[in-house]
């Protein structure tokens, strides 16, 4: 592959999305029409996947292994489930500058870089996007901001254009996409020179607090500028608007690298940082964002590129957050650090329709309820709050039939090799903190 046909990256990451909010993933329509028509257009002219992952239930650290392509556990930062605002100023919890990353590895390699939208991985003076292999950054660098007056859930103003405070106004789901829509006219026209580039889009839809662009009034509550996680507020309607609002973006998004010329030629990406939240439909997984059952960890994932990738495909093909960024570096011809072998693994005969399956184990643990699991094929070892579970995820996606007592050898077996893994990453460290922004006394809890 010559330098001049290297893909160009559109890897877009929703938050918090459920499993089933998208029409292609069973989603139901909602009272205004089809929810997320251009993504659904995306899974019937590419690659849809009912068997990808997101690295962890909990933001920061998927952020940490899309980043890297390496098991988050392997750095402090994503040991904080999430990391939270209160940590502004901390020299340790964040992305290292040093690490190799995803851009990093692919400006190295001679790509253009951009991050439009979330960060979540640390704050400046020490940590940030501008730090990690992106050339322009913007966006929020918290977990949640307001979508109208951009403040996090300490009240603190938090959208920035590199490391300088940005002014912008709007509806942050509208800003993240029209931002995008110039940079990737910008750096396509760059691209026609022999330059590809990376955009990574992450945005905080459909993220709490429950503002569509039409509910500026919500912001200015004040109940919302008490507490953004607006729990006395919210449906399901507003919250399907707000994918549809992200749905439309992504569709601008696309129209602009076909009217650049350069579709063809560019693997867009779309995910979930992790499973869904309060108003998700994840039918017919069980649980959401902080659990390691299948709702909070199984989410969409589809893959776009006329030039590789045959239409209307669909894979059930096991994978994590970090094995599209392994991909993504194998594709642009980038070459991981030796320091810092890559964990994720290569996807493209996937892609290219070469091979149905790679054999692919999966790991998860979670400081929160002490969670840990691993899937390897059909099977799936969990365990929650001290209580051990064995479940054949082919039959039973919903996790009701626990084949534990039944099964003890196969239990046993896929206990050791969770534990041979976890055995090879550095435990989780005794001031590492859960932060949960409501529980029972809020609302019932699954």
Same mark, same amino acid.
């Given at each position: 592959?010559? *330098? @001049?046909?290297?893909?160009?990256?559109?890897?877009?990451?929703?938050?918090?999305?459920?499993?089933?909010?998208?029409?292609?993933?069973?989603?139901?329509?909602?009272?205004?029409?089809?929810?997320?028509?251009?993504?659904?257009?995306?899974?019937?002219?590419?690659?849809?996947?009912?068997? !990808?992952?997101?690295?962890?239930?909990?933001?920061?650290?998927?952020?940490?292994?899309?980043?890297?392509?390496?098991?988050?556990?392997?750095?402090?930062?994503? @040991?904080?489930?999430?990391?939270?605002?209160?940590?502004?100023?901390?020299?340790?919890?964040?992305? *290292?500058?040093?690490? *190799?990353?995803?851009?990093?590895?692919?400006?190295? @390699?001679?790509?253009?870089?951009?991050?439009?939208?979330?960060?979540?991985?640390?704050?400046?003076?020490?940590?940030?996007?501008?730090?990690?292999?992106?050339?322009?950054?913007f966006g929020p660098m918290s977990g949640g901001v307001?979508?109208?007056?951009? $403040?996090?859930?300490?009240?603190?103003?938090?959208?920035?254009?590199?490391? @300088?405070?940005?002014?912008?106004? !709007?509806?942050?789901?509208?800003?993240?996409?029209?931002?995008?829509?110039?940079?990737?006219?910008?750096?396509?026209?760059?691209?026609?020179?022999?330059?590809?580039?990376?955009?990574?889009?992450?945005?905080?839809? *459909?993220?709490?607090?429950?503002? #569509?662009?039409?509910?500026?009034?919500?912001?200015?509550?004040?109940? %919302?500028?008490?507490?953004?996680?607006?729990?006395?507020?919210?449906?399901?309607? #507003?919250?399907?608007?707000?994918?549809?609002?992200?749905?439309?973006?992504?569709?601008?998004? %696309?129209?602009?690298?076909?009217?650049?010329?350069?579709?063809?030629?560019?693997?867009?990406?779309?995910?979930?940082?992790?499973?869904?939240?309060?108003?998700?439909?994840?039918?017919?997984?069980?649980?959401?964002?902080?659990?390691? #059952?299948?709702? !909070?960890?199984?989410?969409?994932? %589809? $893959?776009?590129?006329?030039?590789?990738?045959?239409?209307?495909?669909?894979?059930?093909?096991?994978?994590? #957050?970090?094995?599209?960024?392994?991909?993504?570096?194998?594709?642009?011809?980038?070459?991981?650090?030796?320091?810092?072998?890559?964990?994720?693994?290569?996807?493209?005969?996937?892609? /290219?329709?070469?091979?149905?399956?790679?054999?692919?184990?999966?790991?998860?643990?979670?400081?929160?309820?002490?969670?840990?699991?691993?899937?390897?094929?059909?099977?799936?070892?969990?365990?929650?709050d001290g209580h051990e579970y064995l479940f054949d995820?082919?039959?039973?996606?919903?996790?009701?039939?626990?084949?534990?007592?039944?099964?003890?050898?196969?239990?046993?077996?896929? /206990?050791?090799?969770?534990?041979?893994?976890?055995?090879?990453?550095?435990?989780?460290?005794?001031?590492?903190?859960?932060?949960?922004?409501?529980?029972?006394?809020?609302?019932p809890q699954r």
């Amino acid at each position: 592959m010559t *330098p @001049a046909r290297r893909p160009n990256f559109v890897f877009i990451v929703a938050d918090d999305l459920g499993h089933a909010d998208l029409g292609c993933y069973g989603g139901r329509p909602a009272g205004f029409g089809a929810v997320s028509p251009n993504i659904d257009a995306l899974a019937a002219r590419g690659l849809r996947f009912t068997q !990808g992952y997101a690295n962890s239930p909990v933001c920061s650290p998927t952020r940490f292994a899309l980043m890297t392509a390496r098991w988050q556990y392997r750095l402090r930062g994503a @040991a904080e489930e999430p990391i939270s605002i209160r940590t502004r100023g901390s020299a340790t919890l964040g992305l *290292p500058p040093a690490h *190799p990353t995803l851009p990093s590895l692919l400006r190295d @390699a001679g790509y253009r870089t951009a991050l439009v939208g979330k960060w979540h991985l640390g704050y400046p003076p020490h940590f940030g996007p501008l730090r990690s292999g992106y050339d322009e950054f913007f966006g929020p660098m918290s977990g949640g901001v307001d979508y109208f007056t951009h $403040a996090a859930t300490n009240g603190e103003h938090d959208l920035w254009e590199g490391e @300088a405070e940005s002014a912008g106004q !709007g509806y942050l789901t509208d800003l993240i996409s029209e931002r995008t829509v110039e940079v990737v006219r910008r750096l396509a026209a760059r691209s026609a020179g022999g330059a590809p580039f990376f955009v990574s889009v992450h945005y905080t839809a *459909p993220h709490w607090p429950w503002e #569509t662009r039409d509910d500026r009034e919500v912001a200015r509550s004040s109940e %919302v500028s008490r507490n953004i996680f607006h729990l006395g507020g919210g449906n399901i309607e #507003t919250y399907r608007r707000m994918i549809h609002h992200m749905d439309e973006g992504i569709g601008a998004i %696309v129209a602009a690298l076909a009217e650049a010329g350069v579709l063809d030629d560019t693997l867009v990406v779309f995910t979930s940082d992790n499973g869904g939240e309060r108003f998700s439909d994840n039918w017919p997984l069980v649980g959401g964002k902080m659990d390691l #059952t299948e709702g !909070g960890i199984r989410v969409p994932w %589809v $893959a776009h590129w006329p030039r590789v990738i045959a239409p209307g495909r669909v894979s059930a093909q096991h994978c994590l #957050t970090m094995d599209f960024s392994a991909t993504m570096i194998a594709a642009g011809g980038a070459v991981p650090d030796a320091a810092c072998p890559l964990d994720g693994i290569d996807l493209m005969p996937v892609l /290219r329709g070469e091979v149905e399956r790679i054999a692919r184990p999966m790991f998860w643990r979670m400081n929160h309820r002490g969670q840990r699991a691993h899937r390897d094929g059909r099977w799936k070892y969990l365990r929650v709050d001290g209580h051990e579970y064995l479940f054949d995820i082919d039959a039973d996606e919903r996790e009701r039939a626990n084949r534990a007592p039944y099964e003890p050898g196969r239990l046993n077996a896929m /206990r050791a090799a969770y534990e041979a893994w976890e055995a090879s990453m550095p435990p989780v460290p005794a001031d590492a903190t859960v932060s949960l922004g409501y529980g029972a006394k809020d609302m019932p809890q699954r």
